[in-house]
């Protein structure tokens, strides 16, 4: 088993078809299976191997996606490291999670050069001045190169290392297996009824649970087509949802309300037929406007680091406004009270 498996899966189905759509750049699965590729080969060209971890610390953008992919091809663990992070946070995550090398781009790599970096010692591969990374987006991609054997990890490995900051607000490290991310992805695209015909924007940072598990993870699971933008600018992402005919809406409920007050947003959204919100909870008088402006539910569940997302879904045909639905698939959920036994029906009734 092994989670890379999902694009190669769609280098071998759908080869042709659009993966990822950043600006005016675009990559088919075959592109992005050949770029994961070539990463792979890099990373085991300097000693990198299974169950090394590899830190990822860059904004989003295509790249962040081969090299993630890359990085688990070969069996290492990638660490994920948002990139608003720098000096004390920074150096706490690397010093927690112990990376063998950083990956980073050229606006990042500064915070491991000269006497101000934060863990000195940590050697920083960086995106732009690497002949082979640097070259991953180039137009036609050219041959993979030498393809390095097949890494196939146990499904209790672990793949990635995403940090929560829980209720203390120090960030913690969630480590998640192969299966953890198998099973969501295959979770979410039930439940959320993805198909390769969907595409679905991303503009939240990759290194959080939501867009690395819960939107890039299953749009590719299910062969569909992100698209990915470095973050959110209103006009910017109205005119990328009508020029990409962006099928799915993923945001927070502060886009939702900024959506719904702009007088612009109903003739951008025509192709939008699916919208959700995580990260926190959803008004429910947000979703009932935005049920009567865009004749569409918003869509919520529950879900944290930890369970490499989804735990539970308002579901698709039996959606409820103003709360997190049932458990999704096989999860199972208990209500506890003080001291920790589980509450009686009329308990949860009130609740």
């Given amino acids: 088993m092994n989670l890379s498996d999902v694009v190669r899966k769609g280098a071998r189905i759908l080869p042709d078809h659009e993966a990822v759509v950043f600006g005016n750049r675009r990559f088919t699965y075959q592109d992005l299976e050949t770029a994961v590729t070539k990463v792979a080969s890099r990373l085991k060209e300097l000693g990198i191997g299974p169950g090394d971890r590899v830190a990822l610390y860059c904004e989003n953008r295509p790249e962040w996606i081969m090299i993630y992919y890359g990085i688990i091809r070969l069996g290492a663990v990638v660490v994920c490291v948002s990139s608003a992070y720098r000096g004390s946070e920074l150096a706490h995550l690397l010093e927690d999670s112990e990376p063998g090398c950083v990956v980073t781009s050229e606006t990042l ?20 001045r690497d002949p082979v990374l640097a070259g991953l987006c180039e137009q036609g991609n050219g041959s993979p190169g030498a393809t390095p054997p097949g890494v196939d990890r146990d499904a209790d490995d672990p793949c990635v290392i995403l940090y929560t900051g829980g209720t203390t607000g120090i960030p913690k490290g969630a480590m998640l297996t192969h299966k953890n991310i198998l099973y969501t992805a295959q979770n979410v695209c039930y439940h959320e009824r993805t198909t390769h015909k969907d595409r679905g924007l991303c503009f939240l940072p990759l290194n959080h649970v939501f867009a690395g598990i819960h939107i890039m ?18 006009d910017e992402i109205l005119s990328s949802i009508r020029a990409n005919g ?42 009932r406007q935005c049920k009567a402006a865009f004749g569409l539910d918003i869509h919520e569940a529950y879900g944290m680091t930890e369970s490499s997302s989804l735990v539970t879904f308002n579901h698709m045909y039996r959606h409820k406004t103003g709360t997190v639905g049932t458990p999704a698939g096989i999860v199972e959920v208990k209500i506890a009270g003080v001291p920790g036994k589980e509450a009686a029906p009329e308990t949860r009734a009130k609740s």
């Fill in 217 to 234: 993870n299953a749009t590719f699971h299910a062969l569909g087509t992100m698209v990915l933008h470095t973050g959110f600018d209103m």
């Fill in 246 to 287: 962006v099928t799915r809406l993923y945001a927070v409920p502060t886009v939702f309300i900024r959506i719904l007050n702009n007088p612009d947003s109903h003739r951008h959204l025509e192709s939008v037929g699916y919208l959700f919100s995580a990260a926190t909870s959803m008004p429910s008088e947000v979703v």
């Fill in 109 to 128: 790599g500064e915070q491991f050069t000269g006497t101000e970096a934060p863990v000195p010692g940590v050697d920083a591969l960086v995106i732009e």
